[in-house]
Nanobody
Framework: QVQLVESGGGLVQAGGSLRLSCAASGSFFSINAMGWYRQAPGKQRELVALLGSNGNTYYKESLKGRFTISGDNAKNTVYLQMNSLKPEDTAVYYC????????????WGQGTQVTVSS
């Protein structure tokens, strides 16, 4: 079984920064990609950023320049550095990993709340 454990959420004032972490554990062959999604109240879950095993990254266009995704392959961990946070960044942030076990499956973390106060 694959488990994703997120940490780093919390309450921050507008303009502040937070760093989210997501560590994958369990029995698997490899991880193809890890990423972050978020879901604000009353809205659909949306992609924030992706990090491929080859180092390629993808960002939601409107977040470029403020959010940075990075990873530590040895620790099967992905990070999301969030700077210049705005109230509209308030959401539950979920980690997702595309993991190769016998087949390739997507796994989700439990989510971590990020609240940005104005």
């Amino acid at each position: 079984q694959v488990q994703l454990v997120e940490s780093g959420g919390g309450l921050v004032q507008a303009g502040g920064s937070l760093r989210l972490s997501c560590a994958a554990s369990g029995s698997f062959f490899s991880i193809n990609a890890m990423g972050w999604y978020r879901q604000a109240p009353g809205k659909q879950r949306e992609l924030v950023a992706l990090l491929g095993s080859n180092g390629n990254t993808y960002y939601k266009e409107s977040l470029k320049g403020r959010f940075t995704i990075s990873g530590d392959n040895a620790k099967n961990t992905v990070y999301l550095q969030m700077n210049s946070l705005k109230p509209e960044d308030t959401a539950v942030y979920y980690c997702k990993a595309e993991v190769v076990v016998l087949h390739t499956n997507d796994y989700w973390g439990q989510g971590t709340q990020v609240t940005v106060s104005s």
